[in-house]
């Protein structure tokens, strides 16, 4: 999970000047690293009127569409093919998190 976690952070760049927020994406990945759908935002806490809220979700649905497919190990690429994943992609001053949603 590291490796998809690490690979996907690799593209987040969090607006500037928004600080205190994140918003929680689950997605699901084929065997190929590659999306099986669109993510979906599950948790939204970000400080900021409407604009600055659809700016930061923009902003990390755009960090998974850029950095997928995800180069796999052989042996996660078997064992994720559909599983959900939940990833927190968090401003500068907050920490990220990606986990299995099982």
Same mark, same amino acid.
């Given at each position: 999970?590291?490796?998809?976690?690490?690979?996907?952070?690799?593209?987040?760049?969090?607006?500037?000047?928004?600080?205190?927020?994140?918003?929680?994406? +689950?997605? +699901?990945? !084929?065997?190929?690293?590659?999306?099986?759908?669109?993510?979906?935002?599950?948790?939204i806490?970000?400080?900021?009127?409407?604009?600055?809220?659809?700016?930061?979700?923009?902003?990390?649905?755009?960090?998974?569409?850029?950095?997928?497919?995800?180069?796999l190990?052989?042996?996660?690429?078997?064992?994720?093919?559909?599983?959900p994943?939940?990833?927190?992609?968090?401003?500068?001053? !907050?920490?990220?998190?990606?986990s299995?949603?099982?």
């Amino acid at each position: 999970m590291d490796e998809v976690g690490a690979a996907i952070m690799s593209c987040w760049n969090p607006p500037t000047g928004v600080e205190k927020s994140a918003v929680t994406l +689950s997605f +699901s990945l !084929k065997s190929d690293g590659s999306l099986v759908g669109p993510p979906q935002p599950t948790s939204i806490d970000v400080a900021g009127d409407e604009k600055v809220r659809q700016q930061f979700v923009a902003a990390a649905m755009d960090a998974v569409d850029r950095c997928t497919p995800v180069e796999l190990s052989p042996g996660l690429a078997q064992g994720i093919g559909g599983n959900p994943f939940t990833m927190e992609f968090a401003s500068s001053d !907050k920490a990220q998190t990606l986990s299995p949603s099982n």
